[in-house]
């Protein structure tokens, strides 16, 4: 099982961006999908989630501003990001809870894709 993040860039303070991550190999069923930030020297810190019914959960910081969403048909999770600021910056690292069978379920991430917003 694989993930492929993609969708990071420069933009301007203001501007959005759109993120996706596809899930790609043995794949029975996914339970959460979601998205971690992480900054040169700090851990990585939680951003949004998305449960296989579609109940969301966001960071404070971007509530109003990000939208997470999946397609289950393609086994992928989007991250739209409006009103960018400068402190949104960073690696974004896509998650998801995946099982390859009935009991068999694993944790997995996805390659980091950098957003550098400017000011």
């Known amino acids: 099982v694989q993930l492929q993040a993609s969708g990071g860039g420069l933009v301007q303070a203001g501007g959005s961006l759109r993120l996706s991550c596809a899930a790609s190999?043995?794949?029975?069923?996914?339970?959460?999908m979601g998205w971690y930030r992480q900054d040169p020297g700090k851990q990585r810190e939680l951003v949004a989630v998305?449960?296989?019914?579609?109940?969301?959960n966001y960071e404070d910081s971007v509530k109003g501003r990000f939208t997470i969403s999946r397609d289950n048909a393609k086994s992928t999770v989007y991250l739209q990001m409006n009103s960018l600021k400068p402190e949104d910056s960073g690696v974004y690292y896509c998650?998801?809870?995946?099982?390859?069978?009935?009991?068999?379920?694993?944790?997995?991430w996805g390659n980091g894709t950098l957003v550098t917003v400017s000011s």
């Open positions: 998650v998801a809870e995946i099982y390859s069978d009935w009991y068999s379920g694993m944790e997995y």
């Open positions: 190999g043995s794949i029975f069923s996914i339970n959460f």
């Open positions: 998305i449960t296989s019914g579609g109940t969301t």
